[in-house]
């Protein structure tokens, strides 16, 4: 896959970040407003997504062992399950327990540990769904071949 007409390259490159901080906001906001950890993370890969569509496969340097997304999904699986389980590392018998101090009702930070696990989950679905997506960029250019 070589890539788009130079227009769309250009109008990609202007897009891509406003999609990019709309997903990190939603993600941030997510326990404040509907969206959080899921759809932002959906939001995030899009903008990589519209990249590789825009500039080609050759954009990634994409090789059949692709493997640096599913690193980020499994730290961040880690993360929130090291999470859920502090509570039980706390010594209550509370998993998923809500252990930071909550602020302000209506504040970013307000609601403890849930914006944390809305970025962790974010990062999680957007690597996830890039994964998917570069698994079937690669197995396409197989079958091509």
Do not use: C
């Not at 692709?66 to 929130?80: I, K």
């Amino acid at each position: 896959m070589k890539g788009m007409t130079v227009i769309v390259k250009k109008t990609t490159q202007l897009i891509a970040g406003m999609v990019f901080l709309y997903g990190m906001y939603v993600i941030v906001h997510g326990h404040l407003t509907p969206g959080g950890g899921f759809a932002g993370g959906v939001i995030m890969a899009g903008s990589f997504i519209l990249l590789i569509l825009a500039f080609g496969s050759d954009f990634m340097h994409l090789t059949k062992e692709e493997s640096g997304t599913t690193m980020y999904e499994n730290l961040a699986t880690l993360v929130v399950i090291f999470l859920a389980a502090s509570g039980l590392l706390l010594g209550t018998r509370i998993f998923f327990l809500n252990w930071f101090p909550k602020g302000t009702l209506g504040q970013l930070v307000s609601a403890g540990m849930l914006p944390l696990y809305n970025v962790f989950v974010g990062i999680e679905v957007a690597s996830s769904i890039l994964t998917i997506f570069l698994a079937l960029v690669i197995f396409k250019e197989e079958i091509s071949e």
